[in-house]
């Protein structure tokens, strides 16, 4: 009986972890997030780096800004911003916004703009962060 018993239960997650698998494995199950490029053009890299590296570019650009006192436009936040801001909203954040879709969809904070503006053309933040 308990051989019966166990053998049931082993081919019932069995089924299950097949079904969770070919579940998972389908295309489109997890919706991506959607993004509108406002300035449809050539960014300054290619989309799968930007994508796979943005805050490092950003965290480069930061260091020889703060650091060294060199302002090159490629990679500041404020060139991404300018084309990346949406029309209606004049922001990258906010409700379908450009950083804040693709950042909600991979569960990140978004803790730039403690400092920055999410528009373009406005000066940061005053302060210090605390």
Same mark, same amino acid.
């Given at each position: %009986?308990?051989?019966r018993i166990? @053998?049931?239960l082993g081919l019932a997650v069995l089924a299950g972890l097949t079904f969770a698998a070919a579940q998972a494995a389908e295309p489109g199950r997890? =919706? +991506? =997030?959607?993004?509108?490029?406002? &300035? =449809? #053009?050539?960014? $300054?890299e290619p989309t799968d780096l930007m994508r796979r590296?943005? %805050? &490092? /570019? /950003?965290?480069?650009? @930061?260091? +020889?800004t703060m650091y060294e006192g060199i302002r090159t436009k490629p990679h500041s936040l404020n060139e991404c911003? !300018?084309?990346?801001a949406s029309q209606?909203? #004049?922001? $990258?954040i906010g409700d379908g916004g450009f950083c804040q879709s693709?950042? !909600?969809y991979a569960a990140v904070k978004l803790d730039c703009w403690d400092c920055h503006q999410p528009k373009p053309?406005? +000066?940061a933040a005053t302060g210090v962060r605390p």
């Open positions: %009986m308990t051989f166990l @053998r049931s997890t =919706p +991506k =997030p959607s993004i509108t490029i406002e &300035k =449809p #053009g050539q960014c $300054v590296d943005h %805050m &490092k /570019l /950003l965290k480069h650009q @930061r260091d +020889k911003i !300018a084309c990346h209606k909203t #004049g922001s $990258v693709c950042h !909600a053309g406005q +000066k």
